[in-house]
Every structure is written in C-alpha cells, then in structure tokens.
C-alpha cells in the first residue's frame, strides 16, 4: 500500500476553493495515466519514438532521482463526444510498468470543458488535488524528488493563483527515465480520445538538479489509427523546453 499522507499549502484565495472539489475527469470510470504504449507507426528524423498514449520529451538511462517542470494549462476544444488531455512530469514509465507523476486535466465531456489537477503513483489511479483549481493558461511549476530510502516528494503549483500543494509518498521504481508529456491518459480501462488541446508549451525542465539536454532522439509523437494526433517540436535552445501540438505538424521552437 502506497503511504497516503498529504501537506497542501495553499494561498488565501485557494481556501475558499478549498471547500469546492476541482472538476475530474472520472465521467467515465476512473482516470490513469499509463506507461508509454509503444506505437509501430514510423518516427519521423525530427523524432525518435512513437506511443499511442504518449508525446513530449522522454530521457532513459538510470538512477533518476528528480524532475522539474513548467508548462501553462491548455484550453480544450468542444467535441462531440468525451475527449481528455493530460499534462504532467514524471519519472519511469517509458520502458516499464512503474511510474510516479503529477500534472494537469484538460478534458470536454457533458458538454463542458473540465480542468483539474492531480498526482499519481501507479497502480494506484489519478489522485485529484480538490484543494486547487486551475483554469486555461495558468502557469503551472511542479518538481518530484527523491528523498531517503523510498521517500518522495511531489510538488505541484499554480504559479498564476498562487496555490501549491506537495506530498510525501513511498514509491519503489528504478528510476530509468524522466518525461515531459502530453498524453491521453486511460479512462475506464482505455486509452481515451485525445482531446483538442491546441499547443502545449514545457519549457525550464530540470532533471537531477540539471539541464535535461533535450535532443531530437528524446522527442515523440503520439498516434492513433487516425494518423499521428500529437507532435512535439525540436528542443529549444538551451535544451530543456519544447512546444507539442494537437494533429500531425511539428510546431515551431519555443522561444528560450
């Protein structure tokens, strides 16, 4: 059993939404955010790895003991039917079944554009943060960090409301890659429509309290049988940020 104590640090304005559950994207059934699921589609020279659940920036190799990242909640588009979007930082997960993460919920169904925040620790589902609410284009800062034996603490922030919560759990994964991802996270025991997010932006990512030297290889697009529905750009200049967009076309750089 996963430890489930929590410490939320919020502003004054965040009491009051305190006493109000952040909107989750539960419609139906709980919400995972899963593994990468490796895609067979071909990976473009700008790429280097295809998922069907998965974009963004992914690192490998071993002994990951912390992440940071910054990103701005996208606004979603109205669809006809249920589609869910999910921005988050993470460790592990690329090449096995662990995974701890935390991030954001930009989700349409019932007719509405739904936003939360959440963390995780698989196998357990999304934790929702009912203590903050976030809204399209807050900025959003969040670290996890290994702490002793197999204490960890994950952070997340609303820069833009001034509301933070942080909490300390025990997670046991080998730590053999970090990500920045967009991803279609799994509802109801599959993977989800992905919603029409727009642009996304990642931008100030860390990784063992360093720059994360984002290359081409660590970059990958998100497919379904529709074709390729989530591209990341290059990484900017100083490597530790990218644009990733909705449909099939690379965006352009973000500025550094």
Partial sequence: MFLRSAVATISAAGLAAATLLAPVAADAGAVFHKPRIPSSSHVSGNT????????????????YTSITGKWSVPAVSATKS?????????????????????GTESDYYNGSAHYAVWWEILPAAETPIASMTVSPGDKMSASI???????????INDDTKGTSFTT????TGPG???????E??????RVATLANYGLAT?????????NPKLTAA???VMTSRRGQISTPSAPDSDTDGFNVAYGPTAPLVPGS
Avoid: C, H, R
């Fill in 168 to 171: 300390v759990q025990n997670y």
């Fill in 145 to 155: 960090v290994k702490g002793g034996g197999t204490s960890w603490t994950i952070t």
């Fill in 184 to 189: 279609a996270p799994t509802v109801g025991g």
């Fill in 202 to 210: 990642f931008d100030s990512g860390t990784v063992n309290n360093g």
């Fill in 48 to 63: 280097g790895w295809s998922s069907t659940n998965w974009s963004g920036a992914a690192e490998t190799g071993s002994g």
């Fill in 218 to 220: 660590d970059m990958g």
């Fill in 176 to 182: 053999t890659s970090a990500e920045w991802i967009e």
């Fill in 82 to 102: 249920a589609s869910y979007s999910s921005n988050w930082i993470g460790i592990d997960g690329y090449n096995n079944s662990n995974l701890i993460q935390t």
